[in-house]
């Protein structure tokens, strides 16, 4: 089995800045330096075979999210090497990429093309008919959707790329119960034809149901990497 | 080939949101130099008289101007305002800058389209010459678009950048002789305008308008090293910082 990702001892730093002056104290500490560096993710390695999937655990605000984008290739890392062989489907968060102000059909367009894909009418068919959305809808501007609308257009944009491998970012939550099934039975089909998936959730159940892998972060550190019946097993005492 | 599609996305999306909710829309992009211009012809109404083409001339400076600090404008909000795409897919970030660039050359074409049909009432001349128009338009847009890139990329660290230069604009805009000729400077004061860039692509780009001649070498010269100069610093600037942009938008 050929590798699909491979990240070699991962650092990733922000320089953040500390505007946002709200005191005469932060107007001189913030002339003295006004960025800080933080550290989100330290020393990440990490191997995933091709048509294997893993789920990524950890507390809100671990760096799950930014480990997520450095697979990607949104961030670069600040140290260590993130190799990855194959395509990418782009990240699956709500409302990622979406314009609020445009229309659920500009969006389709949008995206397509910003993803290097031409929008065919079958292309943006096809995401229609999986998104389940009906035409008056899809014309209204997507700042009017509700959350699990806005889960429904970027799953069906999403999915219909075809990739290597697929990002899913704590989205499944948010679609109701036909449409998160009908997910699970796409996911499964994508994984039957050879299809990876980083799968971040809070939800251990789903985890294990998707995934054969999983890892768990804190702090920015991988603390735990292993089957995912044992890691979220783990994940599950952290908060007994 | 993906680069040009993504950015061609992209300046479609400027233009649809732009006028996404106004009446006229696209006709605003005329509608606001005509505005400014019948400003100017009250206001400077003693120069109206002695200066020839009053109309022609004022226009001339007043689309580019709007051309340039549209471009800036935007360009400053560029990133910040497309952080959920930055966010979420790989694309190179410079696009949306340059995207709005070709956003406004697209307004840009519809507001000559039309000033080129009514300024032949106000003196302008179809000749050859108006074909300088094409390359002087290419260094603007290339120095517009430093200037964007560069206060963009400042812009995604420090939003006062934003702020500023709304400020700074009116001031920058008064420095340009666009409503008012540059006989009219008393000779002390030359030196502030020509220090001032804009003030030679203005030049470049009325020169073959107002006076249907063809501009000076030396201009050219000018306005080329200086789009070139212009570029390459920005680019250095944003090649330093772009890759800390994610957790700043």
Request: hydrophobic letters at 50%; one cysteine or more; a positive charge.
């Amino acid at each position: 089995m050929s590798v699909l990702i491979e990240l070699h001892k991962v650092h990733i730093r922000y320089r953040t800045n500390r505007a946002g002056i709200h005191s005469v104290k932060d107007f001189f500490t913030s002339w003295v330096n006004p960025f800080q560096t933080t550290s989100i993710l330290k020393d990440i390695s990490l191997r995933l075979e091709k048509g294997q999937s893993l789920g990524i655990l950890g507390r809100n605000g671990c760096g799950k999210s930014t480990l997520l984008r450095a697979v990607a290739g949104i961030i670069k890392p600040s140290s260590g090497q993130c190799i990855r062989r194959g395509t990418v489907a782009p990240i699956l968060a709500l409302g990622a990429g979406l314009e609020l102000e445009l229309s659920g059909y500009e969006n389709i367009r949008l995206l397509l093309a910003l993803y290097g894909k031409k929008a065919s009418p079958e292309a943006i068919e096809a995401i229609v008919q999986f998104s389940e959305l009906d035409d008056a809808t899809l014309q209204q501007a997507v700042k009017c959707y509700s959350s699990g609308m806005l889960a429904r257009l970027t799953f069906s944009i999403s999915f219909s790329q075809d990739c290597d491998l697929y990002i899913i970012d704590e989205v499944m939550a948010v679609g109701d119960m036909g449409f998160q099934g009908k997910c699970k039975s796409r996911i499964r089909a994508l994984q039957d034809a050879g299809k990876s998936f980083l799968f971040v959730s809070h939800f251990p159940d789903e985890v294990e149901k998707i995934c054969e892998q999983a890892v768990l972060l804190d702090e920015g550190r991988l603390i735990q990497q292993g089957s995912a019946t044992e890691i979220c097993q783990h994940y599950r005492n952290l908060f007994m | 080939m993906q680069f040009l599609i993504q950015l061609y996305a992209l300046s479609k999306r400027n233009v649809i949101l732009r006028y996404k909710h106004s009446l006229i829309g696209f006709l605003w992009g005329f509608i606001k130099p005509l505005i400014y211009l019948f400003i100017f012809i009250v206001i400077f109404s003693a120069q109206f008289s002695t200066v020839s083409h009053y109309v022609l001339y004022a226009t001339s400076g007043i689309i580019f101007w709007f051309f340039f600090s549209n471009i800036v404008s935007q360009g400053i909000q560029s990133f910040v305002l497309s952080a959920g795409i930055i966010k979420s897919v790989q694309i190179p970030v410079i696009l949306f800058p340059l995207a709005e660039v070709l956003t406004e050359l697209f307004n840009l074409g519809l507001a000559l389209g039309v000033y080129f049909t009514l300024m032949q009432w106000f003196g302008l001349q179809y000749t050859f010459v108006l074909l300088w128009l094409l390359p002087a338009l290419f260094l603007f847009s290339m120095f517009a678009f430093s200037v964007a890139l560069f206060l963009g990329t400042l812009n995604v660290y420090f939003r006062d950048i934003g702020i500023l230069w709304n400020t700074v604009q009116p001031a920058l805009f008064y420095l340009t002789p666009i409503a008012y000729t540059e006989a009219l400077i008393p000779s002390r004061f030359a030196f502030v305008i020509r220090f001032n860039p804009i003030y030679h692509y203005i030049k470049l780009l009325r020169v073959p308008i107002y006076e249907s001649i063809s501009p000076s070498p030396l201009l050219w010269l000018h306005c080329s090293a200086l789009s070139i100069c212009s570029l390459g610093f920005a680019l250095f600037i944003f090649h330093q910082l772009k890759n800390q942009f994610i957790t700043s938008i």
